[in-house]
């Protein structure tokens, strides 16, 4: 028995053509490089920016926090919906004056606006810094 070991390989080397590879990563590179949102470095700031911030001084304010993880705080202790209308309730000529993290859940924003709403007729202050100016 005889094995013949003389194969007839083509003698054409094999070809793949790279070019719609190339085109398709290129794409991709596009598209993701037009879809990246370039944001600036983290800064540790924790009140968000107006331009018509004021300064204004009131004799009487209670003032209320809103941290970035949604707790209320006032005098540095952490309070609820009820104990915030409470507080509103003893001092009628006191303005509300609500201190919000720039990260803090808007939800929470709207529940505080809502007892200002109820209880001083919607007048509040909100709490800003100044924003930047570009040059």
Same mark, same amino acid.
Not at 23 to 30: E, G, H, N, S, Y
Not at 40 to 48: F, G
Not at 113 to 127: N, P, Q, S
């Given at each position: 028995?005889? %094995? =013949?070991?003389?194969?007839?390989?083509? !003698?054409?080397?094999?070809? $793949?053509?790279?070019?719609? @590879? +190339?085109? &398709?990563?290129?794409?991709?590179?596009?598209?993701?490089?037009?879809?990246?949102?370039?944001?600036?470095?983290? %800064? =540790?700031?924790?009140?968000?920016?107006? !331009?018509?911030?004021?300064? $204004?001084?009131?004799?009487? @304010? +209670?003032? &209320?926090?809103?941290?970035?993880?949604?707790?209320?705080?006032?005098?540095?202790?952490?309070?609820?919906?009820?104990?915030?209308?409470?507080?509103?309730?003893?001092?009628?000529?006191?303005?509300?004056?609500?201190?919000?993290?720039?990260?803090?859940?808007?939800?929470?924003?709207?529940?505080?606006?809502?007892?200002?709403?109820?209880?001083?007729?919607?007048?509040?202050?909100?709490?800003?810094?100044?924003?930047?100016?570009?040059?």
């Amino acid at each position: 028995m005889r %094995i =013949d070991n003389d194969f007839s390989l083509p !003698t054409e080397d094999a070809h $793949i053509d790279l070019t719609p @590879l +190339i085109d &398709v990563i290129f794409m991709l590179v596009i598209f993701f490089i037009l879809t990246m949102s370039f944001t600036h470095s983290a %800064i =540790d700031i924790n009140l968000p920016k107006s !331009t018509t911030a004021q300064k $204004i001084e009131e004799p009487k @304010l +209670i003032e &209320v926090a809103i941290r970035d993880n949604g707790d209320l705080y006032y005098d540095k202790k952490i309070i609820d919906i009820g104990e915030l209308k409470t507080l509103l309730d003893s001092d009628e000529n006191a303005t509300l004056n609500i201190i919000a993290d720039a990260k803090s859940p808007f939800d929470r924003f709207i529940e505080i606006v809502d007892v200002a709403k109820e209880k001083r007729a919607g007048k509040f202050l909100i709490t800003t810094d100044k924003k930047y100016e570009e040059k």
